[in-house]
Each structure stands twice: as structure tokens, then as C-alpha cells.
């Protein structure tokens, strides 16, 4: 149980170009979900936080309008990267939190590479 | 606030030696803490959790780690290390589940 997704594992996409990033709980609710950024070598950045129906909460220096925070329903995240440039290449992973519960559950994580 | 601080960014055993990752935590209230491994351009594993229950927490792949109050240190050990032990290793702590706050990582090297 408690298994979340990521769509897609990799992606490259051109500089200036926007890109979608899914995040799926696939056996249970996730009323909580959160972005991470991973840079080489190390550790988890949380970017935001988002709960179902709400607006994310970003975390100190995230650009809110560069990436974009989607929980529209209780299964379902999405980071879209805006105009994606060079230096937003990174490794992106989200994690999701059911009801009533304090442990998040890790996604496989999302390799973006911006050429 | 809430810390975590994994002495040794880097770590190298000999397969069959016993492997020690350090994990200290700051934390005002009592925590939960957890380790995870993670495998190159892999996500996060959750290899185990302390919760409030017994101090001595038992995990997958033969992994175990102790909290310890007084120290406020939560150490993974394995007693023989593995060829495919061979990863990044983190440690984490929240209070609410609301924000994880995880250490620098620690890679373990195992050496055949």
C-alpha cells in the first residue's frame, strides 16, 4: 500500500518551454502533497506544499509563478515548470500524506533536463 | 525548529563490516524520525520509522537504528554490509508530518 507515481521519469524539454509533472497517489487519498527539488549530490529541498482544493504554499525563494501547483483532487498533483531555463534542470520529487497520518510516501522522482 | 545532522558524508565499509550512519537531531518536541535510502535516479525508500514505540526500530533489509533521548541520535547500523547496500542514505525528522526535515545524506560505499 501507500505507492505514489511520478510522470514522467525523465523529460528534456527546450529552454523557454513549459512542462508538466504528475504526481499520483495510487492507493489511498493524499490530502497533503509536497514538491521537492533534488540538486546532485544533495539533499531534498521542499519547494511547496499543497492541499487538495487549495492554493500551495510555498517555501522562502520558490518562484511561485514559475512553478506552478496544481492538487486538484485528492489523487492528483501537478508541478509545471514555466519557461523552463537551464539552471531548473534538476531532480523533482513528490511525496503525499493521507488523512490523520504524520508519514509522507515518495515518489520515484522526475529527471528534468532543460536544453 | 527542527534539525537533522548526518556526521560523515561519506562512508566506506568492507563487505561483510558492520555499517554505522550517524543521525543527531534537534527537535522541540518529541519526534518522528526516519531513514531512508535512495538508489541513483531513484526516489526515496522508507527503510524504517520510530514513532514513540520501542526504541530499538527494526527495518527492511536488515537495517535497524536506535533512538536514543538522551543523545538525540537515531544511528543505522547493519551488522554485515552488502555489495547492494551500496547507496545514499537519509535521515529525516517531522513532529506534524506537515514539513520533513531532512539531513545532508550520507553515500555508503561497500568495498568487495
Known amino acids: 500500500g501507500a505507492v505514489v507515481s511520478q510522470h514522467p521519469s525523465r523529460v528534456i524539454c527546450k529552454s523557454g518551454t513549459s512542462v508538466k509533472i504528475e504526481c499520483r497517489s495510487l492507493d489511498f487519498q493524499a490530502t497533503t502533497m509536497f514538491w521537492y527539488r533534488q540538486f546532485p549530490k544533495q539533499s531534498l529541498m521542499l519547494m511547496a506544499t499543497s492541499n487538495e482544493g487549495s492554493k500551495a504554499t510555498y517555501e522562502q525563494g520558490v518562484e511561485k509563478d514559475k512553478f506552478l501547483i496544481n492538487h486538484a483532487s485528492l489523487t492528483l498533483s501537478t508541478l509545471t515548470v514555466t519557461s523552463a531555463h537551464p539552471e531548473d534542470s534538476s531532480f523533482y520529487i513528490c511525496?503525499?500524506?493521507?488523512?490523520?497520518?504524520?508519514?509522507?510516501?515518495f515518489g520515484p522522482g522526475t529527471r528534468l533536463t532543460v536544453t | 525548529a527542527q534539525s537533522v545532522t548526518q556526521l560523515g558524508s561519506h562512508v566506506s565499509v568492507s563487505e561483510g563490516a558492520l555499517v554505522l550512519l550517524r543521525c543527531n537531531y534537534s527537535?522541540?518536541?518529541?519526534?518522528?524520525l526516519f531513514w531512508y535510502v535512495q538508489y541513483p535516479n531513484q526516489g526515496l525508500q522508507l527503510l524504517l520509522k520510530y514513532t514513540s514505540a520501542a526504541t530499538l526500530v527494526k527495518g527492511i533489509n536488515g537495517f535497524e537504528a536506535e533512538f536514543k533521548k538522551s543523545e538525540t541520535s537515531f544511528h543505522l547500523t547493519k551488522p554485515s554490509a552488502h555489495m547492494s547496500d551500496a547507496a545514499e542514505y537519509f535521515c529525516?525528522?517531522?513532529?506534524?508530518?506537515?514539513?520533513?526535515?531532512f539531513g545532508t545524506g550520507t553515500s555508503l560505499t561497500v568495498i568487495p
Open positions: 527537535s522541540s518536541v518529541p519526534p518522528y
Open positions: 529525516a525528522v517531522t513532529d506534524t508530518g506537515n514539513q520533513f526535515y
Open positions: 511525496s503525499a500524506r493521507g488523512t490523520g497520518t504524520y508519514e509522507q510516501y
